[in-house]
């Protein structure tokens, strides 16, 4: 490709302003009062320019799913998010626990062409827990699979936990776990506190999240590897992860978006919009979670976004799929937890969003500071814009928990390997193949 770009007067993550020059698929120039031949200069004054966003956690539900979300709808509303790279979650159907699985994943998403697609490997066979799947064949594939987990469902046995972390040591690899003590949660229809009690509904325990990743945190230290917890949700969550890391262990940690936002309280409105896994907590779940989110305790934020048709969210509370959408509304709220709480800053955004889910995850070309020579994956915001959202979305799915609210931000601009997947807000109508 032969594109030139000059994205003039941009505000870096450090607070300093320059231009940046693209050429093809690397950033060619940054400085001040960059001329460049043959570009074309995109106005950029009042916009943040940061690393393209990396997402540890994203459902694309393709093999399988496809009433839900395709590798292609998925990674359109990724771009419209700011991404640049999604990690996408094993459990599809078939499940990707092979390596055939893996690689077919990774050449939709190069098809797709709108971010880098990174497969997660399942843990065990299946995704039931009982047998280790062939986690060496996925990571000597194509698809260079580091990250491994069996995301929705807990890896239960602790054997089997163990064998697993030490297994991915011989590559640099990261367990990934979705840390929910089965037994304790069975049947379990949100949060288990006083909302649960006064509807009735059967209550998820903090202690079923806590207990999974006390014991994992003791595992990998055990066995001196990698363990990464998914979605933290409880303040005492973020105790044992603080604790962990002071003691050394290498546990790495994320939030979600909506974690850093919704409460149980929504939960009273019956409607299974707000019907997720793990369920949303209390406000003290949230501000814990918030504040170890800003002083580095949790690591990323990642979106278990998770599509799914109308029909398995409008019906009865019971009855409903457990998952949210996140992609295209996380930087919003990033920015409402990070910059409008004035708490922090726009380096530790890029960090959250981009820069540390890739190092977690061993990538390469994404996730990389903004700098000469480096693959030209860039997310452009608008920071003063207010948005409403809106239920229109480029996934294929509906089940948005923010509609009807007002988030701050806007991304307007998303840079992909050199060529705009989006553009003042729009969806290039086809990706960069
Ligand atoms: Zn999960």
Not at 311 to 337: H, R, Y
């Amino acid at each position: 490709m032969s594109t030139k770009f000059l994205f003039k007067n941009a505000q870096l993550q450090d607070g300093t302003f320059a231009d940046i020059e693209v050429t093809g698929d690397l950033i060619s120039a940054i400085g001040v009062g960059l001329l460049s031949e043959g570009a074309e200069v995109i106005d950029s004054t009042g916009l943040i320019a940061l690393p393209g966003f990396v997402d540890l956690h994203t459902h694309l539900r393709e093999p399988g799913f496809e009433q839900s979300e395709t590798v292609l709808t998925g990674t359109q509303a990724a771009a419209m998010g700011g991404y640049t790279a999604v990690h996408a979650m094993a459990n599809t159907s078939p499940v990707a626990d092979t390596a055939g699985v893996v690689e077919q994943v990774a050449a939709l998403g190069r098809e797709a062409g709108y971010v880098d697609v990174l497969p997660i490997g399942a843990v065990t066979v299946g995704l039931e827990g009982k047998q280790m799947a062939e986690l060496g064949a996925m990571a000597n594939s194509k698809a260079k699979v580091k990250v491994f987990s069996d995301d929705g469902k807990c890896v239960h046995d602790p054997v089997i936990m163990r064998r697993a972390l030490e297994y991915v040591k011989a590559f640099d690899g990261v367990i990934a776990q979705h840390a929910q003590e089965p037994r304790l949660t069975e049947g379990a229809q949100m949060n288990e506190g006083a909302v649960s009690a006064e509807l009735g509904l059967a209550g998820w325990p903090a202690v079923a999240e806590e207990s999974i990743i006390a014991r994992d945190v003791l595992l990998a230290e055990h066995v001196n590897s990698r363990v990464h917890i998914c979605h933290l949700s409880t303040a005492g969550s973020v105790e044992i992860v603080r604790w962990a890391k002071a003691r050394g262990i290498k546990v790495t940690a994320e939030v979600t978006p909506h974690h850093l936002l919704l409460t149980d309280e929504l939960v009273r409105s019956y409607n299974a919009v707000y019907k997720v896994n793990p369920p949303l907590r209390t406000q003290k779940d949230v501000l814990a979670l918030r504040e170890a989110l800003i002083d580095g305790t949790i690591d990323v934020i990642g979106t278990d976004h998770a599509p799914h048709p109308i029909e398995a969210k409008d019906c009865e509370w019971n009855a409903a799929a457990f998952g949210m959408l996140g992609l295209e509304t996380a930087a919003s709220i990033a920015q409402e937890v990070l910059i409008e709480s004035g708490k922090s800053n726009w380096a530790r955004f890029a960090e959250v969003m981009s820069t540390k889910p890739a190092e977690i995850a061993g990538d390469v070309e994404v996730g990389q500071e903004l700098e000469i020579g480096s693959v030209a994956n860039i997310a452009f915001i608008d920071p003063a814009a207010k948005r409403t959202i809106v239920a229109e979305s480029a996934s294929k799915s509906i089940n948005n928990p923010y509609v009807g609210m007002q988030l701050p931000g806007r991304v307007l601009h998303t840079v992909y390997r050199g060529y705009l997947t989006v553009r003042d807000g729009v969806l290039a109508s086809k990706g960069r193949n």
